[in-house]
């Protein structure tokens, strides 16, 4: 069983930073796709970035050229660097790893006010 532990969620003003980090025990990480997730108050679960075994990304449009995945095989951790923060991006964030398999992290709160 693997364990995703995030961490870096809070509240920040609109044009602020945060950098989430998200852990994982066990020994796949380096052999899984990681990626995050995040879901506002009643809305869908959405795609935010995601980061391969040979480091391409993929992120959404609405946080390109904002957000930053990146990964750190020796730390099994993965990070989402967010910067220029809107309101709109006040959501749950959820760290995911998956190959064959499918783990989820219990998710990290994301707060953008003034």
């Known amino acids: 069983q693997v364990q995703l532990v995030e961490s870096g969620g809070g509240s920040v003003q609109p044009g602020g930073s945060l950098r989430l980090s998200c852990t994982a025990s066990g020994s796949i990480f380096s052999a899984s796709a990681m990626g995050w997730f995040r879901q506002a108050p009643g809305k869908q679960r959405e795609l935010v970035a995601t980061i391969g075994t040979g480091g391409i990304t993929n992120y959404a449009d609405s946080v390109k050229g904002r957000f930053t995945i990146s990964r750190d095989n020796a730390k099994n951790t993965v990070y989402l660097q967010m910067n220029g923060l809107k309101p709109e991006d006040t959501a749950v964030y959820y760290c995911?790893?998956?190959?064959?398999?499918?783990?989820w992290g219990q998710g990290t709160q994301v707060t953008v006010s003034s």
């Open positions: 995911r790893c998956w190959r064959t398999y499918d783990y």
